[in-house]
């Protein structure tokens, strides 16, 4: 067991410190100090050649202790304990006693013969004439009483000055400890789930109040990004990382191999967003990898294009348009000029509507039925529209009376005789819908093909024939072509549906001189997107519309 002197030049001295082999390099807890550059490398020679012994000692108060066990199995009881006194039980383990035994063996032969006491005297601050004529136990007793003792009491107050840094480093530990806990907690590794299970958690609870659509848009999203791990069973919810989710955007392509449209993946990407801000709230994540995302690129290139009516003569044309479809004037008037969504209007009750003494306004809320889970808003958040006093409260008016008839008729359909204030016109069939509420519309594509039969009467469209050999259902798929080439010969605003009677909305809003966040309030929407889309511009005419 040897041990490494190694120099280390301080302020005002050289520190010897001793770096053990096997301890892998570490510093053993024993050095001395010179100011003296060359004692400084003799003492380094001299140690090296007869150090053959562990690390010495930390604890300075036991080294009288040391000394005595080793000069013990060195001389013997008799000569230790004329030095020291009796003895107070072992310090060091045996091992470490006898090689400490051993250097002492080779010390005290070297010094008899004058040839190792002057060097180490030197280092002691003893001069070698104090030695002669003395006996063994005589030098070892000035050894220890004259020279040891007085440096181990300088160790000591070494020792002080280090517990006073102990004191002062002590909070600076704990700072440490507090800043590692913390970046623990960044890299989430108290997170044991994995992908598989809180991929399995949220598809338990994600389906409620939410539309058959919307549910299978984030569900595709979610599988799409758990299919690219390695393992989803095995892979933890913290290595989830805002790198995989962007490499996964970037690897994006359509079934062919083809290149996927960049709004497509913004949708993939808003899907697994959903996704991981559920996680972070139920496995109490960090931080949210989403937030360091990068957008998609390319979507800018792809602008968002809000279609609307922006004439006001065009908006009150369009309108009479539906005169002799009474039902369907009511609920494009309402779509246009109070701007609920598709989900929402479809929903709405009789009762929602509050017209003369009660204020003129709707109320577009939670819906909860008999038997019926709750249906609610988009953004969850109930929110009051101000009717529109010069067109849509007339007819809104007159809907509500011709609602109330259809009700009290006797022989009215189970979907006429319901709460709704625009009930589906389709009758209830051989098949039971479970995926809509007694009475309502059932999808959008079954509202759509519906409204599209109107503005076929209105527009003047003429089916083509079928042929006897064709199949009802490519009939039907060439029948929906055909309609499409038929309205790209008009005017745009026949193509247009909810979407765009609630942008037309916003529009109407803006050019009554709403401000962006008054129009936030009525559409439901964020009033940067508001204010970016249908705010009017300071100077101009307002429409004529009474909202206020």
């Known amino acids: 067991m040897k041990l490494t002197p190694k120099l280390e030049p301080g302020r005002a001295s050289y520190t010897v410190r001793f770096r053990h082999k096997l301890r892998n390099g570490k510093v053993c807890p024993f050095s001395l100090s010179t ?15 007869l150090c053959q012994q562990p690390a010495l000692v930390q604890e300075h108060v036991k080294l009288r202790g040391y000394m005595r066990r080793s000069v013990e199995i060195a001389y013997g009881d008799n000569v230790a304990q004329q030095v020291f006194g009796e ?4 310090y060091l383990a045996t091992e470490d006693a006898e090689s400490i035994a051993k250097v002492l063996e080779t010390a005290h032969e070297l010094a008899t013969g004058k040839k190792f006491l002057e060097p180490y005297l030197d280092r002691l601050g003893a001069p070698l004439s104090d030695f ?9 007793k000035k050894l220890i009483d004259g020279y040891l003792l007085p440096k181990v009491s300088k160790l000591e107050e070494r020792n002080k000055s280090l517990e006073q840094r102990i004191q002062i480093l002590e909070p600076r530990v704990l700072e440490i400890e507090t800043d590692n806990q913390r970046l623990r907690g960044q890299l989430n590794v108290h997170v044991k789930t994995s992908v598989g299970k809180a991929v399995e958690a949220w598809k338990e609870v994600y389906p409620n109040d939410r539309g058959q659509q919307t549910v299978y848009k984030a569900f595709r999203a979610v599988d799409s990004l758990v299919s690219v791990l390695p393992d989803r069973e095995t892979t933890p919810l ?43 709230k139920k496995f109490e994540l960090d931080k949210n990898p989403m937030d360091r995302v990068e957008g998609v690129h390319g979507v800018a290139k792809n602008a968002e294009h809000i279609r609307a009516i922006r004439r006001f003569a065009e908006l009150t044309s369009y309108l009479d348009s539906f005169k002799d479809h009474e039902y369907w004037r009511a609920w494009v008037a309402v779509a246009m000029l109070a701007g609920p969504r598709f989900s929402e209007q479809r929903r709405l009750k009789i009762s929602n509507v509050y017209t003369g003494e009660d204020g003129d306004y709707i109320r577009i809320a939670t819906i909860l039925t008999a038997g019926e ?12 529209v101000l009717i529109e006093r010069s067109i849509l409260l007339p007819i809104l008016k007159e809907h509500i009376e011709y609602r109330t008839r259809e009700i ?6 189970d979907s006429l005789k319901s709460q709704w204030l625009f009930p589906s016109t389709v009758g209830k069939g051989t098949v039971e819908r479970k995926s809509a509420l007694p009475g309502t519309w059932s999808s959008n594509s079954t509202w759509v093909r519906n409204f599209r039969n109107v503005l076929g009467e209105i527009l003047g469209y003429k089916r083509p024939p079928r042929n006897e050999n064709e199949r009802k259902k490519d009939y039907r798929k060439r029948l929906r ?7 790209s010969t008009k005017d745009e605003i026949w193509s247009y549906g909810p979407d765009e009677w609630r942008h037309c909305f916003g529009t109407a809003l803006g050019n009554c ?24 511009p300071p100077k101009g005419k307002r429409w004529q519309l009474q909202y206020r």
């Open 481 to 487: 072509k055909h309609f499409n080439e038929f309205l």
């Open 408 to 413: 009290n008729e006797l022989r009215s359909s």
């Open 35 to 49: 100011a003296d550059n060359a004692t400084a490398h003799h003492i380094c020679r001299e140690v090296e050649s």
């Open 238 to 280: 913290r290595d989830m990382t805002a790198g995989v989710i962007e490499s996964w955007v970037e690897g994006l392509k359509k079934e062919d191999g083809s290149p996927m449209n960049p709004l497509t993946k913004r949708d993939l990407r808003a899907g697994v967003s959903v996704f991981m801000t559920w996680a972070c």
């Open 132 to 140: 002669d004529g003395l006996s063994e136990i005589e030098i070892f």
């Open 513 to 536: 001189g709403f401000s962006s966040l008054e129009i936030s309030v009525y559409m439901g929407n964020r009033e940067d997107v508001c204010r970016r889309h249908y705010v009017a």
């Open 87 to 90: 003895s107070k039980g072992p």
């Open 373 to 384: 889970k709750k249906q609610g808003t988009k953004t969850g958040k109930e929110r009051n």
